[in-house]
C-alpha cells in the first residue's frame, strides 16, 4: 500500500534549523515528481518545494529561497527539506507529497503531516 511518511519536524528558535525526511514505499518512488506543501492556521496549503524524478531539477516558494533546500534518495525513497534560517512564519504543518501525470490518469499521494513551530 502507499504510505508517505513524514519526520523531523519540531520547535526551533529562529534562526534555527529542521531537516525534514519523507519515507516512501508503496509506489516506484523514482518516477514521481517529490514536493514540500505547507499549512498554516487558517491558511491555505501552499507548495513550498519541489524536485523532478529527471534531471532533479527543484523549485521554491519565494519565501523560502536562499534557506530551504529541497533532495532526494531514491535508493532510500526518501525526500528531505534542510531547513535553514527559520522565522516564525515558517511556522505550519509540513506535507510530503508524491505525483505523477499520466495521459489518462493522475497520481497523487499525501503524508500526514509533521509540525513545524518556529518561536522564542
Known amino acids: 500500500q502507499v504510505q508517505l511518511v513524514e519526520s523531523g519536524g519540531g520547535l526551533v528558535q529562529p534562526g534555527g534549523s529542521l531537516r525534514l525526511s519523507c519515507a516512501a514505499s508503496g509506489f516506484t518512488f523514482s518516477t514521481y515528481v517529490m514536493s514540500w506543501y505547507r499549512q498554516a492556521p487558517g491558511k491555505e496549503r501552499e507548495l513550498v518545494a519541489a524536485?523532478?524524478?529527471?534531471?532533479?531539477?527543484?523549485n521554491y516558494a519565494d519565501s523560502v529561497k536562499g534557506r530551504f533546500t529541497i533532495s532526494r534518495d531514491n535508493a532510500k525513497n526518501t525526500m528531505y527539506l534542510q531547513m535553514n534560517s527559520l522565522k516564525p512564519e515558517d511556522t505550519a504543518v509540513y506535507y510530503c507529497n508524491a505525483n505523477r501525470r499520466g495521459y489518462l490518469k493522475e497520481y497523487d499521494y499525501w503524508g500526514q503531516g509533521t509540525q513545524v513551530t518556529v518561536s522564542s
Open positions: 524536485i523532478t524524478n529527471v534531471g532533479w531539477n527543484t
